[in-house]
């Protein structure tokens, strides 16, 4: 298993430029999210799903997009880039049935925003 | 709401000394508790888990033991190696309702273990 994969790796972007972040996981998870971590924040959930058509917005959600038509992709989208969105964003999944699991973690994509 | 505090770091040890990062989480429910460890460049880990009161979760000499009277999930290890060095979070999981799992983060503390 390839387990969860992101692309790109690193990403500058002028502001006002759209970009879409991908994710993708291979183990058949139903819940996907997307966190970004800014230094001294931590993690903060930006959107999830529970599914395959079905979304929500976390704590952050602001400024981004997203779309569940597969259960192993997960994208997410940047409508229009601000400097305020530079940061470095994790993807990860789990399964949701049975009790609470720990989620895998993408290894991230650094984005920067001039 | 649902959070988790963390102690700030960052903290700096000798190799071979003794670790406590205290963690406390707010008490509603009975949530599942966490450790997270990110190496430098890469994404987060899992070290350990514990899904109720008074369990122990261990995982590469690291321990935390579920402690529902104080709220408290603190990660310790008697004997820190240089390769220890990495940011470490506290995370808390609920079902928010059906099937909604929520992790929520503490703000990480950083570790730095010297030789």
């Known amino acids: 298993n390839a387990g969860v994969t992101q692309t790109p790796k690193f990403q500058v972007l002028k502001t006002g430029q759209s970009m879409t972040l991908q994710c993708a996981q291979d183990m058949n998870h139903e819940y996907m999210s997307w966190y970004r971590q800014d230094p001294g924040m931590g993690l903060r959930l930006i959107h999830y799903?529970?599914?395959?058509?079905?979304?929500d917005q976390g704590e952050v959600p602001n400024g981004y997009n997203v779309s569940r038509s597969t259960t192993e992709d997960f994208p997410l989208r940047l409508l229009s880039a601000a400097p305020s969105q530079t940061s470095v964003y994790f993807c990860a999944s789990s399964y949701v049935s049975g009790p609470p699991n720990a989620q895998y973690f993408g290894p991230g994509t650094r984005l920067t925003v001039l | 709401g649902d959070s988790v505090t963390q102690m700030e770091g960052p903290v700096t040890l000798s190799e071979e000394a003794f670790l406590t990062i205290n963690c406390t989480y707010t008490?509603?429910?009975?949530?599942?508790l966490f450790w997270y460890v990110q190496y430098p460049g890469e994404g987060l880990q899992l070290l350990l888990k514990a899904t109720k009161a008074d369990d122990k979760g261990s995982n590469k000499g690291f321990e935390a033991t579920y402690r529902k009277e104080t709220t408290s999930f603190h990660l310790e290890k008697g004997s820190v190696q240089v390769s220890d060095s990495a940011v470490y979070f506290c995370?808390?999981?609920?079902?928010?309702?059906?099937?909604?799992?929520?992790?929520?983060f503490g703000k990480g503390t950083l570790l730095t273990v010297n030789p």
């Open positions: 995370a808390r999981v609920q079902n928010s309702g059906g099937s909604n799992y929520k992790l929520t």
């Open positions: 008490a509603t429910g009975y949530p599942s």
């Open positions: 799903s529970v599914g395959a058509g079905i979304t």
